[in-house]
């Protein structure tokens, strides 16, 4: 939306120094660090105060950078490992020089999510493989959002909560104010020395993704909050911002068929996979179930099993492995036979059975999995292979998990330089305009997922966008 402001926009006639747009990790990090810069801070929560946090509010570790192990990580993760992690997800479709930023910042995230009240406890095992390179927060994403809040509202911030921006108003380069409804519905602007954009993707608007995914978005399942509809990201497309992201671009997962359409969060998740197979509604498989470890792998899913017919796939596996991951919030269906699982399931029996009994052939006889490594124990002569974590599922009772695909946040967003200001569409950095989080991380995350990188990056340009909104707005 342009304006040409009738006055100018001095300290006097200003709302804010900075409007920080959005809730959950990434804006709070801009409140917080902006705040801490000595800027008057307004934050514009869309969601009520019960549900404020957006995604956040469902994680539970984040991916850092560090030469020695510390409160919240063993052992070290180095910089350029880090790195080399990241270019295997992304199939080196990354922004080097903002990805190499990220990594590099991410050295102190540990100090400073434990100097605004974050707590550290021992990390997660089953699947996840991460005591190395992730920490986990004591209490979860909620605990931590609600730490970040009660840090927040002592330093100062104002929080307004159902506040829906709808639109960014500008004169040529700089944002002077931003628009938004109400929790009344009611129209209202703030004018701005500085705006922050971190309030996430497009996902819950399921109009909007079916605008890339057709009939199929409609059986997706969304994972996090169902205020992330996009509408402060169109406010910056209005404005003039450049895209960038592929718009098709998911981080998806595999989540449990009996989860709520949204906000079912991480406890519906489905780690089975890389323990047994994955075969579609025609009991085929359909992709490595061991190509990797599971952090490296477990957000393609989604998008493999979105690809399938009625978007719908089934974890199969056996007694041998049945508590040895993290499980769903959701029992497995469990039988005694492959034919009486595929009943309870909705297959076809005889066609379960054949492929189980097809991948069975093609392990190697005494075939034992060395499941927190990749241990090579792969299947021989089977299309698709099975490349690690290969054994027999043979050991009654069987067990499986109906899946669907789980979107946690969409790819597209905006373009940014190094100093978290969104760059127009002609070349141009905004004078005033920040994103930071799910709406500019596909700079970085073209494609793939690395497990709790997507808070690194939330972290990373947060504490950017809010450092440099203050500076600009107090110039």
């Known amino acids: 939306m342009l304006l040409t402001p ?93 990805a190499r930023l990220t990594i590099a910042e991410s050295t102190n995230v540990a100090e400073w999510m434990a100097a605004q009240g974050v707590l550290w406890q021992k990390p997660l095992t089953g699947t996840l493989h991460l005591s190395r390179t992730n920490g986990f927060f004591l209490g979860g994403g909620k605990q931590m959002v609600n730490t970040y809040y009660d840090t927040a509202l002592r330093l100062g911030v104002e929080v307004h909560y159902g506040a829906a921006v709808r639109a960014l108003e500008v004169d040529g380069e700089r944002v002077v104010s931003v628009v938004y409804d109400d929790a009344a519905g009611v129209e209202r602007r703030l004018a701005a020395g500085a705006v922050v954009v971190a309030a996430g993707g497009f996902e819950a608007d399921t109009a909007w993704l079916a605008e890339y995914w057709g009939d199929a978005a409609s059986r997706f399942t969304i994972r996090g909050t169902p205020y992330n509809t996009g509408t402060a990201l169109k406010a910056m497309y209005e404005a003039g911002a450049r895209r960038i992201g592929d718009p098709r671009g998911l981080h998806c997962v595999a989540v449990d068929a009996r989860a709520p359409r949204f906000d079912g969060g991480i406890v519906t998740r489905i780690d089975a996979i890389p323990f047994g197979i994955a075969v579609n509604r025609r009991c085929e498989r359909f992709y490595d179930e061991g190509e990797d470890l599971w952090p490296k792998r477990y957000a393609i899913w989604g998008k493999l099993i979105a690809d399938q017919p009625d978007q719908s796939a089934f974890a199969i596996f056996d007694a041998k492995v049945s508590g040895r991951f993290i499980p769903s919030v959701f029992r497995p269906l469990r039988a005694d036979s492959i034919e009486a699982l ?134």
């Not at 549900?51 to 570790?61: A, E």
């Not at 002609?426 to 930071?436: C, D, Q």
């Not at 690395?450 to 966008?465: D, Q």
């Open 6 to 98: 009738q006055a100018a926009d001095t300290r006097r006639t200003r709302d804010a120094d900075v409007v920080v747009c959005g809730g959950g990790n990434a804006a709070l990090c801009a409140a917080i660090s902006a705040r801490r810069a000595g800027a008057g801070v307004v934050m514009l929560e869309r969601a009520p105060e019960h549900m404020r946090g957006g995604n956040t509010r469902h994680t539970r570790d984040i991916r850092f950078a560090h030469d020695a192990p510390n409160a919240a990580a063993t052992g070290a993760y180095a910089e350029a490992e880090l790195y080399d992690d990241l270019l295997r997800v992304t199939g080196g479709e990354t922004n080097e020089a903002l």
């Open 342 to 475: 595929a009943v309870l399931l909705g297959l076809d029996a005889t066609a379960l059975a054949r492929t189980v009994a097809e991948y069975n052939a093609a392990v190697p006889a005494g075939t034992t999995a060395r499941l927190g490594e990749l241990d090579g124990c792969a299947t021989s002569g089977l299309v698709p292979p099975k490349s690690n974590w290969a054994q027999r599922i043979d050991q009654p009772p069987y067990y499986g998990y109906p899946l669907r695909p789980g979107v946690t946040f969409t790819y597209l967003g905006v373009e940014v330089g190094a100093d978290a200001r969104v760059v127009g569409e002609s070349g141009a950095p905004f004078e005033n305009l920040f994103a930071a989080g799910e709406c500019m991380a596909g700079n970085i995350l073209s494609r793939g997922y690395l497990a709790g990188f997507g808070l690194t990056i939330g972290t990373v340009f947060g504490r950017l966008a809010g450092v440099g909104s203050a500076r600009y707005a107090r110039a």
